[in-house]
């Protein structure tokens, strides 16, 4: 097999990618967008050692689940990669590739439940980034291709809500109007960096982000979106002058309209700010939670302790059935808004929230609140690279009676999976292998596994899995 061939071949299963694999001539080789079982011809682009990647060409016998992409840059622009399998089929994928993460990097075999699905299959998110470049001179609105920096153009997304279309049309004329430059990230110039846009149940939040000090025609632009745009918004200003990938820099300036605006999510109430975080998907997100809340199954009698507990949403929504609700965070803006969250649903009495990082404060915090409570239901929601070794280690030293662990990727949930449950283990290297542990020898048992579709029409899954301690 050599760089450049033309070569046929039978997509024998999928990847954890959502890419089709090939097996040719012995060797794998990674096809994005072939579906298994079709008969197609690829192009190599890259031969390792170990596998090969390859640029789908044509499929000559088609799937039965493969169906048209509605998306006219679909495959060109790198956020959907999977809407040319029909949506059902897209579920099952993703239950395998977690039933398969938890086999082959932890050595368990676990059953994956059905997945979770929002109400829409697309039009579903709620934020919207959109980078801003320079080609051939030409300012562009659009999105990233895959594994690059490239922008592709685009008029609209149809996993993103309705108003894109009407935010992109507003951006363009502003552009042309004003002549403003795009960023050029080769040489660090231009005006405007990035357009982001969150919709607080039916209120925008649109932050324009630009290399330069000032907005140039800031109140034209806001004349331009009250035109397009039917819903109330805000607009603010932002300065990166930062040479990295970072969206913001650090100063926010409002332009227009109200600084934050008002939600709730199963009775708790929180207000969103432009430097707020928000789950892209609100109808999976409530599902979520209330599973979260469901499989804590509180008593007067357990202390939750909430790790990544961020603003402090979760940590309220499980504070009214606890006996007492601990969070943890590393930044300080964060903990403030959990504070005031908790004292504006009248909460402040159950939930103390501490400043830090969890690997090193977490230990102590659970050994002082098990003076108090027999019962620790332990909250996990990390980045998604996963829990730092020295949280895992704290975990299995002072073993909660109960972990709900939730990961937005399946290959670091199931390696913590593994470490937490016992199957496996750090040598004197500090790598990690597996054990021959049974499972009676286990610390856990993994009492449940269930994907929610929170990134509809990609590859991405977010995963609950609850761990009940062993007596």
């Known amino acids: ?48 050692k170990k596998c090969a990647f390859g640029k789908l060409i044509e499929v000559l016998t088609p799937a039965e689940e493969r169906v048209r992409p509605a998306c006219p840059v679909f495959g060109k622009c790198g956020g959907c990669n999977l809407s040319h399998i029909r949506y059902q089929n897209q579920l099952k994928l993703k239950e395998q590739n977690v039933k398969d993460c938890f086999r082959k990097i932890a050595g368990i075999n676990v059953e994956v ?8 299959e697309f039009r579903y998110r709620n934020k919207l980034q959109l ?17 690059s ?3 592709v153009p685009v008029s609209d997304c149809l996993i993103n809500a309705d108003w894109t279309k009407q935010i992109i049309e507003a951006f363009n004329e502003y552009v042309e109007k004003f002549n403003i430059k795009g960023f050029d990230e080769h040489n ?6 990035e357009i982001a846009v969150k919709d607080v149940k039916g209120n925008l939040i649109i932050t324009v982000v630009t290399l330069s000090d000032t907005l140039r025609g800031e109140n034209d632009l806001i004349e331009i979106l009250s ?24 100063k926010f300036r409002l332009l227009y309209g109200k600084k934050d605006y008002s939600a709730d999510m199963l009775g708790v109430k929180y207000k969103v700010g432009v430097q707020s975080f928000m789950q892209v998907n609100a109808s999976v997100c409530s599902k979520l939670y209330s599973a979260v809340r469901e499989e804590a199954a509180l008593t007067p009698e357990t202390t939750v302790i909430d790790a990544y507990s961020g603003a402090g949403l979760m940590t309220a929504l499980l504070a009214k059935s606890a006996k007492k609700t601990v969070g943890i965070e590393i ?39 098990r003076k108090n409570s027999s019962d620790i ?8 690279k996963g829990c730092d070794i020295k949280v895992i280690d704290a975990i299995t030293k002072t073993l909660p009676e109960k972990i709900i662990y939730v990961s937005c990727m399946p290959s670091t949930l199931a390696r913590d999976a593994g470490l937490i449950t016992g199957t496996l283990t750090l040598n004197d290297k500090g790598e990690i292998i597996k054990t021959d542990k049974i499972p009676s020898d286990l610390r856990y048992e993994i009492v449940l596994v269930k994907p929610f579709d929170m990134f509809a029409q990609t590859k991405h899954i977010e995963t609950l899995v609850l761990f009940r301690k062993k007596s």
């Open 149 to 151: 920096h490239r922008i």
């Open 188 to 193: 660090f110039t231009g005006e405007l960096r």
């Open 131 to 147: 980078p801003v470049g320079s080609v051939d001179g030409k300012t562009v609105i659009g999105f990233y291709a895959a594994g």
């Open 227 to 250: 035109k397009k745009i039917k819903l109330p918004f805000s607009v603010y200003h932002n300065v990166n002058k930062n040479e990295s990938n970072a969206i913001y820099g650090e």
């Open 113 to 120: 439940k059905s997945t979770v699905k929002g109400d829409c």
């Open 377 to 384: 239901c332990l909250i996990l929601d990390p980045p998604r």
């Open 1 to 48: 097999m050599q760089k450049n061939e033309i070569r046929t071949g039978i997509v024998a299963s999928m990847g954890c990618g959502g890419e089709g694999i090939v097996k040719d001539e012995g060797i794998v080789v990674f096809v994005p967008f072939a579906v298994t079982g079709e008969k197609v011809r690829y192009k190599v682009l890259k031969v390792t």
């Open 331 to 369: 930044v300080p803006e964060a903990v403030d808004c959990a504070n005031a969250l908790a004292f504006e649903n009248g909460l402040s009495d159950k939930i103390t929230n501490y400043l830090g990082k969890c690997e090193e404060i977490m230990p102590d915090i659970i050994e002082k609140e």
